[in-house]
């Protein structure tokens, strides 16, 4: 039978958005994994909109829901919409999207705030004990709302990975547990049914990148 996974995207582009090679790649991995997908993002106003041309913020006034509809090729629905019962697992794809939109992180670190219906997204599928699926910066998601899971964000002593040693320590003091894993393996916490991979925050080959996120999503699917 066909695993039903539910993708929750943050935006477009990323610097303020869902990153779309890490999306794409997800999408890529579930339908070859024969999973029937489902694509939310929350219906709300980006932190800010960023041309990503020229690398800095703009005065645009952009929304999560409609940007995110560019990555669903229009397939998308309100993250308010999505019913646990109705799937089997979950993934976020990374992107500065998520710690700006679907949370503060971006801002705030260790001390964020998370989207009220994120948080209530990752502990529908907690509770109920269905598998949920974060790569890049996204795990930080899991660390915040789950104190005691495990994660990877990456290898803390890859040069490639120089961004990862502070987002580890910042998991850590939030009483999760981070993993050192290369891009391409995965940590799967099998007690919080918990699967991570450290896709782009890692400076690796997008090949590379692309193979982790599959990993990820095999690890899922047995998962569910």
Known sequence: MSKRVAVVLAGCGVFDGSEIHEASAVLVHLSRGGATVKIFAPNIDQMHVVD?????????????????????????????????NEMDAVVFPGGFGVAK????????????????????????????????????????????????????????????????????????????????KKVNETHVDEKNKIVTTCAFMCKAPLHEIFDGIGVMVQDLLKLA
Not at 63 to 83: C, F, K, P, W, Y
């Open 52 to 84: 990503h041309l020229k690398g800095g913020p703009t005065e645009e006034k952009r929304n999560v829901l409609v940007e995110s509809a560019r990555l669903a090729r229009g397939d998308i629905q309100d993250l308010s919409q999505l019913d646990v």
């Open 101 to 180: 939109n679907l949370c503060t992180w971006a801002v705030e670190g260790k001390d964020c705030s998370v989207n009220d219906e994120v948080r209530s997204t990752l502990e529908s599928f907690r509770n109920q004990n269905k598998p949920i699926g974060l790569c890049c910066i996204s795990p930080v998601l899991a660390a915040k709302v789950f104190p005691g899971c495990e994660v990877t964000v990456g290898h803390k002593q890859d040069d490639r990975s120089p961004d990862v040693p502070a987002t580890a320590e910042a998991i850590t003091q939030l009483g999760s547990k981070h993993i050192c």
